[in-house]
């Protein structure tokens, strides 16, 4: 269960007066059991063993007795277990500020951001190469980020840094001119694009003299030679087209795409700026900047041929970000094999007098292996997002159609269903994590995956749409409902016992599926202070999973009006935030499926 703010903020106090303890240890010690029935919080008591020079346990009962004398806190309800002291708010009397609370468009639209400016550098792909499941990661990282940003009050922007320069582009050309096919070129020029670069890589493994071609290449490039600059342009226009292609299906926009080549004319007064500073040094015919103090490896700056690198780029760009764009942070939405260069980056930025090198932040993923193995552009393995998408689509259609065949529109829930399995998987573990990629796994309907969230979502909007249409006859669940609900949840909805226990009607599963929604602004600010998609995404799961427990235990419909009324209240609340969470994934939210 995550956090209720109002129940912190209130044990807090109340335990600060019976034990004369500071706030931020307190804060420390409160724990969320681990089940309803054992309390919504609850307060360990060792360390009070010391300065009492008492056993837990009897502190606990002490600090009871005294919780229960106290005329404020009539509403908590308090035992002593073991050593702990678990608190239950009375559910009557608390659920109304609790439905207040999620209600209340403060409870998800945040104002911590204070209006800040965050550039966040996503998606970032390599021009010239198809677009792998290992830059999808980047993409759907950076655009949950930003959304979720943007829910905590501070402005972003979305840049495309796409990989437009470098000296694989001279291996492209060389490639290109020796061995495209004119007709494939025309009608799949990333896919001969890509044959020709992976022949490259074979071929120089024989004759490294084709490795000097190539770096002549980039130099004329580097130059401003016509014919160079020309195979360049074609190779950026046929890749930007297939990009947005796929952008669009994941729809995925941008505020900004500028290419490396953008700051070419940018990288001079950056040369110059570090020169003035004392800060090259030559290094094998090289230019650098030593690191030495930051225990670093040198960051290269101008390679022995003259041309520019990556670094170097990086430079500019991040003092145009700031400078020209006014970001107050920047963040870099980009793997982990990166760390050491932007640590260099960042190191030389900050030799260079920039104090707001602190507020670039790098936030590295881990990589996706498909079955168990790493992708490589260079030895031809490459896995292609566009197929994989296809794919997943395909999946979806072939579960609706075995599950609900009746089900209008199937074609366009299939696709909403497909890519959004596509992004959950991406998004449902610490982004730190490697992935192992399982088509079939992402794409099920049951399980920690996306279709699941959906699907929890389209349950509420069918019981939603039989309230509007008056058509609740029956209890009993619909077919569609029927389909939904999967063997392990298939228990009949019954009150008989909670009724007898909870005459406020909030049984356990109820009292913990509105704790749960009462919590989403701590896990929200949490999971934006980590720049953590996945916490999002796992209170959605949660969320899907309490949802379902509640409306197998619970009758929603059928029940005397107050409980009607408050468990309809719920679930439709419930929906709002499932949806505004999808939103926020990146996912669409069918109403049926
Ligand atoms: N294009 C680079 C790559 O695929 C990623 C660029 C990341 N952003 C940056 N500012 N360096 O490896």
Partial sequence: MSTVSLFVNEAIAMLQKVTEMEVGELTKLLETPPSVEMGDLAFPCFVLAKSWRRAPQQIAAELCSRISEHPDYAHIHVTAAGAYVNMYWDRTISSTALLERIADQQHYQLQVGGGQRIIIDMSSPNIAKPFG?????????????????????????????????????????????????????????????????IKFHDEAAEHPELE????????????GDPQALELWRYFVDVSMAS??????????????????????????AVVDRLRELDLLEESDGALVVRLDEQDMPPCLIIKSDGTTIYPTRDLATAIYRKEVMHGDRLVYVVGGEQALHFRQVFAVLRKMGYSWAEDCIHVPFGLMKVNGKKMSTRK????????????????????IEEKNPSLPDKQEVARQVGVGAIIFNDLKN???????????????????????????????????????QNNESAEQPTGEEVAQQSASEAVEPSDSSAAVEEPSGWTDTAWELLCHLAGYDSELERAVRLHEPSIMARYALQTA???????SHNRILDCPPAWREQRLQLSRQTGEYL??????????APQQM
């Fill in 133 to 197: 499941v290992g830059h999808l990661r980047s993409t759907v990282i950076g655009a949950a980020l930003y959304r979720m940003y943007r829910a905590a009050g501070y402005e972003a922007l979305r840049v495309n840094h796409i990989g437009d320069w470098g000296t694989q582009f001279g291996k492209q050309i060389t490639a290109h001119l020796r061995w495209s096919d004119p007709l494939q070129m025309e009608q799949n020029p990333i896919g001969e694009a890509l044959r020709v670069y």
């Fill in 212 to 223: 000097d071609e190539a770096r002549d290449w980039f130099r004329k490039l580097e130059s």
């Fill in 243 to 268: 990009l947005d292609r796929m952008y669009e299906r994941l729809g995925v926009e941008f505020d900004a795409v500028l290419g490396e080549s953008f700051y070419n004319d940018k990288m001079p």
């Fill in 380 to 399: 031809g393995k490459v896995i292609f997002l566009e197929e994989v998408l296809d794919e997943a689509v395909q999946q979806a259609a072939r579960i």
């Fill in 430 to 468: 610490n982004r730190q994590n490697e992935i192992d990629f399982s088509l079939e796994e992402a794409v099920s309907f049951e399980g920690e995956t996306g279709p699941y969230v959906q699907y929890a979502y389209a349950r509420i909007q069918s019981i939603l749409r039989r309230v509007e």
């Fill in 545 to 551: 999973r309490l949802f379902n427990q509640f409306y």
């Fill in 579 to 588: 949806a505004r969470l999808m939103e926020l994934l990146g996912m669409q």
